[in-house]
């Protein structure tokens, strides 16, 4: 990830407008802002959210609340909690996420 031109800047959050993404299970909330190439999301998924796909997609993510579990495609699993994150470069490994009890997310890709 390469930052330029991006003049110093600060986001209230609570300002941004969410969209709503299904998942197979429960829906993820995204307030999103870009900056160049770089996306930047709080995200929150519902109780019982399991997403609809397999992302190869690199993230930086950060657990704000709640408890993330990622399962990657070749079966291993992590679970976040506030103040754990992960990091993945694009195509490296495949992994999908699920939050039984609700999940508060920041997340750079």
């Given at each position: ?45 519902s109780a ?50 699920t939050s ?10």
């Amino acid at each position: 990830m390469h930052m330029a031109n991006i003049p110093f800047g600060i986001t209230d959050w609570s300002l941004i407008e969410p969209t709503t993404h299904s998942g197979d299970v429960g829906h993820a909330l995204w307030r999103t802002q870009h900056f160049g190439d770089i996306r930047v999301r709080m995200v929150e998924y519902s109780a019982g959210y399991i997403a609809d796909h397999w992302c190869k997609k690199g993230h930086i993510l950060l657990c704000l609340e709640g408890e993330l579990f990622s399962e990657l495609d070749d079966g291993r699993t992590f679970t976040l909690t506030p103040g754990v994150s992960y990091q993945v470069a694009d195509q490296a490994e495949a992994h999908r996420s699920t939050s039984p009890k609700g999940a508060k997310l920041f997340i750079v890709d």
